[in-house]
């Protein structure tokens, strides 16, 4: 194998255009949105030329030999799966125009906005939590979640157990709420989901009784605007 010296192994993230160059793609994807690239693995995103010269990935992968900077090429994986997935059809257009328009006219929410969803993709160790965090944010671009209540779920998602999604639909089946009234008809528990869904932060233990289960405001937004759409993948 060709030596590489360090100059050559990672070359610097431009972070003065990389905000634009992902906001570009959100409204015109240069890419095959047919491909589900969740699917795809890293040793085909490095062999692909095609996709390593899409503007962001450039951007992202840089100079890049075989075996350097996995990282990076992890990142880009999500970064495409984010971006198709924002691009599947189900935002309203006049609020996508509406969002658009906002994007374009004001250079500081577009770095920010960008910021925040280049830092939580980032730090997401499996793909489905990428997924979320999309649907999550096309019900932002949809006005159904303000921005602050975008950004809280998101942090609070970070540390959340992706076993936990199951647990998610699981609780579905009794309104994700058992309480004093309700716990005899529901039938067998699984209090390891639940446990891993209030550690998480998105589901509290009501004061009413001692084994009680509610889903906080937070969860049930998390569930409805992010979970509940891949319900099928799951």
Known sequence: MEEITPKEKIKPIDQKGISNELVSELFNPTFDLSIDYSEIYIDDLIENETLKEIPIIKSIVGIVRTGIAINQFWFAK?????????????????????????????????????????????????????????????????????????????????????????????????????????????????????????????ATEPGDWFSGFKLTDDGEKLYKYGIKPIKKDI
């Open 78 to 202: 999500k970064l495409l799966t984010f971006i198709s997935s924002f691009n599947d059809g189900s935002i309203n257009q006049k609020k996508l125009e509406r969002f658009r328009t906002k994007v374009q006219s004001d250079e500081k929410f577009t770095k920010r906005i960008a910021e925040k969803l280049m830092i939580y993709i980032d730090r997401n160790v499996e793909i489905g939590k990428t997924i979320i965090i999309s649907n999550l944010f096309k019900a932002y671009v949809n006005e159904k979640l303000t921005y602050s209540q975008f950004i809280q779920i998101l942090t609070t998602l970070d540390g959340l157990n992706p076993k936990a999604y199951e647990g998610f639909l699981d609780l579905e089946r009794f309104g994700h709420e058992i309480t004093s009234n309700n716990h005899t008809s529901c039938g067998p528990r699984n209090f390891e989901y639940e446990t891993l869904i209030i550690s998480g932060g998105f």
